[in-house]
């Protein structure tokens, strides 16, 4: 067990880094492996962390510097993660969610477990589909082009963005037209602002 505070929270998006490159599909030496201390799975997802170019100043304002140097680390992965987040906001909120065009009348503000849930969905195993999730990439290296439609996309997505509350032993239930042999994927992830549950729970 080596995911700490705060990636071993319940809620938090938990980021690895990978390789740069053909090494996209290796997760870096540096990055911490799950489960946490109760056995969850963490990390979340991988993103690259090698390799990665980043702004570079020299600490001078007057100099006006805006170099770019190269950097390796999960301090690398995690911005990434959440500029892939901020393109999942983006595509619900300017509308692109159903019909896969932009249309400011079709646009939302998800909640922060739909996007979390969509990069989830948008996971790919490293090695091979049957090792997926596990703790040393979560649920994989993020391509948003597995999970966000736009026009001509060979799939489609749906999302039920679901935030009344329920009680114990409460339920929710969701019809879906499926095509036979039409292959189904779905995640579910529960809201990111519940009430916290007992420690001994």
């Known amino acids: 067990v080596s995911v700490g505070p705060p990636g071993n929270a319940k809620s938090p998006v938990t980021v690895v880094a990978t390789g740069h490159g053909v090494a996209a ?4 030496v540096f990055s911490s492996p799950g489960p946490v201390h109760d056995g969850r799975l963490k990390p979340t997802l991988a993103t690259q962390g090698e390799s990665t170019v980043s702004a570079a100043s020299d600490g001078s304002g007057p100099s006006n510097n805006c170099s770019t140097c190269s950097l390796d680390g999960t301090s690398m992965a995690a911005p990434t993660a959440a500029g892939l987040a901020a393109l999942v906001r ?19 503000v998800p909640s922060g477990a739909l996007i979390k849930a969509t990069l989830i969905d948008a996971s790919i195993a490293l090695t091979s589909p049957t090792q997926a999730p596990d ?14 439609a736009l026009a001509g996309s060979p799939f489609a997505l749906r999302v039920d963005d679901h935030r009344e509350g329920g009680g114990t032993g409460g339920g929710f239930t969701r019809a879906l037209d499926v095509s036979a042999g039409t292959p189904l994927r779905a995640t579910l992830v529960w809201g990111l602002t519940f009430y916290p549950g007992s420690p001994w729970d």
């Not at 692109?96 to 065009?101: H, L, P, Q, R, S």
């Not at 703790?135 to 966000?148: H, P, S, Y």
């Open 25 to 28: 599909t290796t997760v870096a």
């Open 90 to 108: 983006e595509y619900y909120t300017a509308g692109y969610y159903a019909a896969g065009a932009r249309s400011a009348q079709a646009g939302f």
């Open 135 to 148: 703790f040393e990439a979560g649920f994989g290296r993020v391509q948003l082009d597995q999970t966000l």
